[in-house]
């Protein structure tokens, strides 16, 4: 008995879908797509663009990024976007309570060239599940230039059993290679049940603000004094989507004062209705979930997010990442 690890899913027709019958074919290609499912679903969990200006390139950025992973400790891979032909250090890190000043253990470290496209491709260990942010170190004797960072989980193996998420893999023992083999009823409710858990769990980023931790005067996400700073609005696009919908905001923020400071970043979400949460800054990750139903219909369904920050009244808030994932 094996688990078959699929080279890619294999789209049936839709004429395989009109009464087809109760036998081992079609559903023993439906559940080695469960096995595919597992695999090739890679949604981006972290796509972000650094918001800070670097008129003369740098030499070292640090970001550290608030994440919601998979309940399945997968393996993740990483894509930076980096000035092409230079010679650049990657290191990464993950903490399990997203605070800043706390541990981090590293998930992988590469030295080597950005080659001619200036994108590099790094696989990274393991990420456990409940981790709270991800800590992306970079350096190079040049100066060079951080342009986007994704990061997205990169299964390389199926599981045995039931995973944490709900996922159970498609194992050959019974449909294999056995005509008029016995069907059962699980068999066919796996079919739906595992996608879907496959689906729920590894949420895809919706939308993103990033920005290089140790700069404090050029910092693109501060405020300070006694006004409201307003960082932008956004849309988040949501095909398919429909009814109330729940967001998950994560996010990481610092104040001046070296002591945690209440409700100094707000998130508000619009649709058909909307919705806003107050996050502190408290150099570690703040979570919270809104709940709204998106505007449009189909593939045109969409929410605008608008983030703003204060001081506090005092000092200043420097935001260091923020991510917003749509349930899925």
């Given at each position: 008995?094996?688990?078959?690890?699929?080279?890619?899913?294999?789209?049936?027709?839709?004429?395989?879908?009109?009464?087809?019958?109760?036998?081992?074919?079609?559903?023993?290609?439906?559940?080695?797509?469960?096995?595919?499912?597992?695999?090739?679903?890679?949604?981006?969990?972290?796509?972000?663009?650094?918001?800070?200006?670097?008129?003369?390139?740098?030499?070292?950025?640090?970001?550290?990024?608030?994440?919601?992973?998979?309940?399945?400790?997968l393996?993740?891979?990483?894509?930076?976007?980096?000035?092409p032909l230079?010679?650049?250090?990657?290191?990464?890190?993950?903490?399990?309570?997203?605070?800043?000043?706390g541990?981090?253990?590293?998930?992988?470290?590469?030295?080597?060239?950005?080659?001619?496209?200036?994108?590099?491709?790094?696989?990274?260990?393991?990420?456990?599940?409940?981790?709270?942010?991800?800590?992306?170190?970079?350096?190079?004797?040049?100066?060079?230039?951080?342009?986007?960072?994704?990061?997205?989980?990169?299964?390389?193996?199926?599981?045995?059993?039931?995973?944490?998420?709900?996922?159970?893999?498609?194992?050959?023992?019974?449909?294999?290679?056995?005509?008029?083999?016995?069907?059962h009823?699980?068999?066919?409710?796996?079919?739906?049940?595992?996608?879907?858990?496959?689906?729920?769990?590894?949420?895809?980023?919706?939308?993103?603000?990033?920005?290089?931790?140790?700069?404090?005067?050029?910092?693109a996400?501060?405020?300070?004094?006694?006004?409201?700073?307003?960082?932008?609005?956004?849309?988040?696009?949501?095909?398919?989507?429909?009814?109330?919908?729940?967001?998950?905001?994560?996010?990481?923020?610092?104040?001046?004062s070296?002591?945690?400071?209440?409700?100094?970043?707000?998130?508000?979400?619009?649709g058909?209705?909307?919705?806003?949460?107050?996050?502190?800054?408290?150099?570690?990750?703040?979570?919270?979930?809104?709940?709204?139903?998106?505007a449009?219909?189909?593939?045109?369904?969409?929410?605008?997010?608008?983030?703003?920050?204060?001081?506090?009244?005092?000092?200043?808030?420097?935001?260091?990442?923020?991510?917003?994932?749509?349930?899925?």
């Open positions: 008995m094996t688990r078959p690890s699929p080279s890619q899913a294999e789209i049936l027709p839709l004429s395989a879908f009109v009464l087809p019958p109760l036998a081992v074919e079609p559903l023993r290609t439906i559940m080695r797509n469960i096995n595919a499912v597992w695999i090739f679903h890679q949604p981006p969990h972290i796509q972000a663009m650094p918001a800070d200006e670097y008129h003369a390139g740098v030499t070292s950025a640090e970001y550290v990024i608030p994440i919601s992973p998979s309940a399945d400790g393996p993740y891979f990483a894509e930076l976007a980096l000035t230079l010679t650049v250090t990657r290191n990464y890190y993950y903490s399990a309570t997203g605070a800043i000043g541990s981090w253990t590293s998930i992988g470290s590469y030295t080597g060239s950005t080659g001619t496209t200036g994108i590099v491709q790094d696989s990274l260990s393991a990420i456990p599940s409940g981790s709270r942010a991800i800590k992306v170190e970079l350096s190079s004797a040049s100066a060079f230039f951080p342009m986007a960072i994704v990061v997205y989980p990169r299964p390389t193996s199926i599981p045995a059993g039931v995973q944490p998420s709900g996922f159970v893999a498609y194992d050959d023992g019974i449909l294999e290679g056995a005509a008029g083999a016995p069907l009823q699980e068999l066919l409710d796996r079919c739906r049940r595992s996608p879907l858990a496959v689906w729920h769990d590894r949420l895809q980023c919706g939308l993103s603000l990033v920005c290089e931790y140790n700069e404090r005067a050029n910092h996400a501060q405020a300070f004094g006694t006004g409201i700073w307003r960082l932008g609005s956004a849309r988040i696009r949501l095909p398919g989507y429909g009814g109330a919908t729940s967001f998950t905001v994560r996010a990481i923020a610092q104040h001046s070296a002591a945690p400071v209440s409700d100094v970043i707000t998130v508000r979400l619009s058909v209705d909307a919705a806003s949460i107050q996050l502190d800054a408290t150099a570690q990750t703040e979570n919270g979930t809104l709940t709204v139903t998106p449009g219909t189909g593939i045109e369904a969409y929410v605008d997010a608008e983030i703003t920050i204060t001081s506090g009244g005092i000092g200043t808030t420097y935001l260091h990442g923020l991510c917003i994932w749509p349930e899925a």
